[in-house]
């Protein structure tokens, strides 16, 4: 008979990884033979299990935490729920998981030692490594983040202190035909040091992330043809696996959904939609300016809208930080909808009426639009995100950037922001990027059908990962 093969998944506490990380466990779930974990804290386990199918097999364990040990409020474990201040607190946190973890599996380990297991960790969690090394399994590192994105991201942090022209540019000396501007990278890497301890954590993680075994990423293999050797090389030679797009099914939509019924009174790809993922958001300036555009544009848009950097994301919204009367005048003209809070997202990007989405650039974004055929408009506000922008421009060329940062480094004006949504929305360069993002739509959900490059890359990661890990001591 033959033996269960365990997977114990085990993401950082964030949407943007939350969900990608229960999509790959959902993707083991489809192979049979697999017993399939999916590890984190209380509240976000509780979250998780709303986007779970009750007919599904993967397990979800908490191992203990209790937030106010780590200075933080009550039911308070994801990045998105927290404020600024609070977000090392909570990395610092992650690090506490490690002895209950390290039980949670050698447990799992010595009540059937014959069934082999397998960690696929969150690259933020750089010491399930040593975890694994020390229980003697076999360990992977799951980024939520593109290939290319993530490889410029890491070789970023070894080149640390960056050395920049008196243009304010940077040449990657493994790749000098990748050149950054200092607006491309995030603040921890311009301002932070020793003496920052978030800069201290990521330096850490960074240390760690060679160690592993290999690198499972939600990307497919044509589509990102110059990434794979890119983030080969920057791993120091682990085997990589682009086994994505990882994407959630979007549910049936209701009549009785009031956002999917504003939609379907639209025509064709003539809505914009607007959202800046799950823990990012601009300042109170460029809200205005961005209001302000939207409305001279004359396009109807959908905006996922949250309060202004500085303040608490998860507050209430007042009326003060948009121009005078814009959310009335929206509503009444039916000119566009303000979504506070959580948007259905992948229902909204699959709706025939979405034309485009300036976004953040997020990974998981930047996919789920790209399946849906949807061309962006980038903005990206921190992290890899300034290079799935940047790649999404140079290379795919389905994205236009409008802005980057949330802050007075990047400057918006209302006329930029009019521009760009005209052209992208009404004008000759919206259709091109639009037909780019249907054919690249096409390149991706093609990885993931039936004999798609990204599935063989699963096959080969589950043979590699499996008789390693049942031979590792
Ligand atoms: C972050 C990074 O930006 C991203 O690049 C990294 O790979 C993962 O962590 P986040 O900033 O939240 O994630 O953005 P994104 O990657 O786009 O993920 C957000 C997810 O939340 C998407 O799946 C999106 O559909 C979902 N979402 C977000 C909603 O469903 N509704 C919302 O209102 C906002």
Redesign the pocket.
């Known amino acids: 008979m033959e033996t269960t093969k365990r997977m114990m998944l085990f993401p950082f506490m ?4 939350l ?1 990608p990380f229960l999509q790959l466990a959902q993707l083991i779930e489809r192979r049979n033979g697999y017993s399939i974990t999916l590890i984190n804290t209380p509240s976000n386990i509780r979250n998780l299990r709303s986007y779970l199918p009750t007919s599904s097999s993967v397990h979800l364990s908490s191992l203990p935490f209790n937030p106010s040990d780590h200075g933080l409020p009550p039911g308070h474990e994801s990045m ?1 729920s927290l404020p600024f201040h609070l977000l090392f607190p909570l990395y610092k946190a992650t690090e506490s998981l490690r002895p209950a973890f390290t039980r949670f599996v050698s447990d799992a380990l010595s009540l059937d030692p014959t069934s082999p297991l397998c960690i696929i960790a969150d690259p933020y969690l750089g010491w399930t490594v040593d975890v694994a090394e020390e229980l003697g399994v076999f360990h992977a590192f799951f980024v ?2 593109s290939e290319r994105s993530t490889a410029i991201y890491h070789s970023l942090w070894t080149l640390w202190p960056l050395q920049w022209s008196h243009s304010d540019e940077l040449a990657l000396p493994n790749r000098p035909n990748v050149r950054l501007h200092r607006s491309q990278v995030t603040k921890l890497l311009l301002y932070g040091d020793d003496n920052n301890p978030i800069f201290v954590f990521f330096c850490r993680q960074i240390a760690h992330f060679c160690k592993s075994d290999g690198v499972i990423v939600n990307t497919a293999e044509e589509f990102e043809r110059s990434g794979v050797e890119f983030l080969k090389e920057e791993s120091g030679g682990m085997p990589v696996w682009a086994v994505g797009p990882l994407l ?1 099914v979007p549910s049936t939509p209701s009549s009785d959904d009031t956002h999917i019924g504003w939609l379907a009174g639209h025509p064709p790809d003539s809505v914009l939609y607007v ?1 800046f ?4 958001t601009i300042s109170a300036s460029q809200m205005v300016e961005l209001a302000m555009g939207l409305e001279a544009s004359g396009t109807a848009f959908m905006w ?1 809208i949250r309060p202004p950097s500085g303040f608490d994301f998860k507050g209430g919204f007042r009326e003060e930080w948009l121009p005078e009367g814009f959310e009335e005048r929206m509503r009444e003209q039916n000119r566009g909808v303000l ?1 506070h809070g ?5 229902e909204i990007l699959s709706h025939g009426s979405t034309g485009a989405f300036l976004s ?1 650039c ?4 930047v996919l ?1 639009s790209l399946c849906n055929g949807v061309p962006i408009i980038g903005w990206p506000i ?4 300034f290079y ?1 922008s940047m790649m999404m421009v140079e290379e795919i060329g389905v994205c236009v950037e409008i802005a980057r940062g949330n802050g007075n480094e990047s400057v918006v004006c209302r006329e930029d922001v009019e521009r760009i949504v005209r052209s992208v929305m009404m004008g000759g360069e919206g259709e091109e990027m639009r037909r780019k993002a249907r054919e690249v739509g096409e390149v991706l959900r093609a990885a993931v059908g039936e004999g798609g490059a990204s599935v063989r890359a699963m096959d080969d990661f589950l043979r590699t990962a499996l008789p390693t890990m049942a031979g590792k001591d």
């Open positions: 964030a949407q943007g990884h969900i998105d939520t983040g959630r959202s993922g799950s823990m990012n996922v979504i959580w948007a259905p997202q992948m953040h997020g990974w998981n974004s789920e921190a992290g890899e995100q799935n």
